[in-house]
């Protein structure tokens, strides 16, 4: 197990240390960003499997055994998401359609009953569906990700131009374009303690770099604009 620390000062490098002196600890004196440090993990794993996980996730028992077999069943799968719940066990709509233009404006205003409901967000979301049977979609979030290690090879690391956030669907739209399916497999359950920071914080660094690793998605993909990636 590879662990980064992003420059933190709650004394969690001590715990560790203390704690769990098996792990490949890397630590950083400051906030690299997400994609920075995800790929200091990833090029530290030797695995044929590389799991992403976010410090703020709780690892339900079997979770990462069953995610393992279903992608030793099928190879075509170049990453994989599993069902994510929050910690009364609801659902999280975490794996979901490509973006175009309206869906970051829909997804800050969603705190308006209106926008939450609109059919923009929904379809986003796949909510018109149950969400109990392993499918091929088109993005899984980043707070857990099983990726194949021949994928990996192929696509590379996450674009660490990306601080924060738009890394995970950057990286989707890498592997489908590379011949891979992005899988949502609810067989396997994570506890996800969604932090969610720059809605609770507007005016931040972090909204600023969300804003800015946005930006240099749509400037990669500009039919983005318009959904179309493939």
């Not at 099928?74 to 869906?103: E, K, M, W, Y």
């Not at 996800?192 to 809605?199: F, L």
């Amino acid at each position: 197990m590879v662990v980064v620390d992003n420059g933190s000062h709650d004394g969690s490098v001590a715990f560790l240390t203390r704690h769990y002196p098996e792990i490949r600890l890397i630590v950083n004196r400051k906030n690299r960003g997400v994609a920075p440090a995800r790929n200091q993990a990833l090029q530290a794993c030797s695995g044929r499997y590389l799991l992403i996980l976010d410090v703020d996730t709780e690892v339900s028992p079997g979770a990462i055994d069953r995610m393992v077999a279903f992608m030793d069943a099928h190879s075509q799968i170049g990453l994989l998401g599993p069902r994510l719940v929050d910690a009364s066990g609801n659902l999280q709509h975490t794996c979901r359609t490509f973006h175009h233009l309206l869906i970051p404006l829909f997804r800050r205003l969603a705190f308006l009953p209106p926008v939450r409901r609109s059919r923009v967000l929904k379809k986003f979301q796949m909510e018109d569906w149950d969400h109990l049977t392993p499918r091929v979609v088109d993005q899984v979030i980043g707070a857990c990700q099983m990726v194949r290690r021949e994928a990996f090879q192929q696509v590379g690391l996450l674009d660490s131009r990306m601080f924060y956030g738009w890394e995970d669907t950057d990286y989707c739209v890498r592997m489908r374009r590379a011949g891979y399916q992005v899988v949502y497999y609810p067989d396997a359950t994570i506890v996800h303690h969604e932090q969610r920071v720059t809605r609770r914080r507007l005016l931040t660094r972090l909204t600023f770099e969300h804003l800015k690793a946005m930006g240099l998605f749509f400037w990669k993909y500009p039919a983005g604009l318009w959904g179309r990636y493939l």
